[in-house]
């Protein structure tokens, strides 16, 4: 069935050091693969998003690269700040019309000051 | 604009029992997903409502488990006779459809705990 996998499940940083976030998922018709920051007790809130048929996507701090032969994408973080720390989620959009999004386990990510 | 907002934010619940969970998608998504987040754990699908019909009903985990949409808005899930692994916090998105919209917004959760 479909599947996301992440790595690693938890990452400390030093603040100001970049931060990188891997998935790989089994569907090849996926499309559409966000990234979702999750901070403790609240709702998971995107913070970016890349489709198939783009490689490489920026915000600011922030991009996202995308490997559609080798089914793999990363979220890469640079100039990492303490409010960064919280649990961040990759998924992958279905092939199904449905739209249903499927999920890594998550990393926690923490930044020391 | 108002985000997904559900309710309860909390709820216990003794083993056995039935519980509700509503959530009220953003204004205007056609498509709304129930998800459910196990301690530690990633999100997982539960079931997918395009309008009032559920066409993707496929990650309910048991027939315990049900969920319905009335005018295209909210929906309630429910679980009949609560088993503690059912403890976990159920999240709802939703999401425009058409044009390329993928983006899914998420509602606050309800953490349902059943001693």
């Known amino acids: 069935g479909e599947n996301v996998e992440q790595h690693p499940s938890t990452l400390s940083v030093q603040e100001g050091d970049s931060a990188v976030i891997k998935c790989t998922y089994s569907?090849?018709?996926?499309?559409?693969f966000p990234w979702y920051k999750q901070e403790l007790g609240k709702r998971p809130q995107l913070i970016i998003d890349?489709?198939?048929?783009?490689g490489e996507k920026k915000d600011q701090r922030i991009a996202v690269t995308l490997n559609k032969t080798a089914k793999h994408f990363s979220l890469h973080i640079t100039e990492t700040q303490p409010e960064d720390s919280a649990v961040y989620f990759c998924?992958?959009?279905?092939?199904?019309?449905?739209?249903?999004?499927?999920f890594g386990q998550g990393t926690t990510l923490q930044v020391k000051p | 604009g108002a985000g997904v907002s559900q309710s309860p934010s909390n709820k216990v619940t003794e083993k056995g029992k039935d519980v509700e969970l509503r959530c009220d998608p953003i204004?205007?998504?056609?498509?709304l997903y129930w998800y459910r987040q196990s301690l530690g754990q990633g999100l997982e699908f539960l079931i997918y409502?395009?309008?009032?019909?559920?066409?993707?009903k496929s990650g309910l985990p048991s027939d315990r488990f049900s969920a319905e949409r009335t005018g295209g808005s909210v929906s309630t899930l429910t679980i009949q006779r609560t088993q503690q692994e059912d403890s976990a916090v159920y999240l709802c998105?939703?999401?425009?459809?058409?044009?390329?919209?993928?983006?899914?917004?998420f509602g606050p959760g309800t953490r349902l705990t059943v001693t």
């Open positions: 998105a939703s999401s425009l459809v058409g044009q390329g919209n993928y983006e899914q917004y």
């Open positions: 569907d090849s018709a996926s499309n559409y």
């Open positions: 890349i489709r198939s048929n783009v």
């Open positions: 998924a992958a959009r279905g092939s199904s019309n449905t739209g249903k999004l499927i």
């Open positions: 204004s205007g998504h056609t498509a």
């Open positions: 409502f395009q309008g009032n019909s559920a066409p993707d």
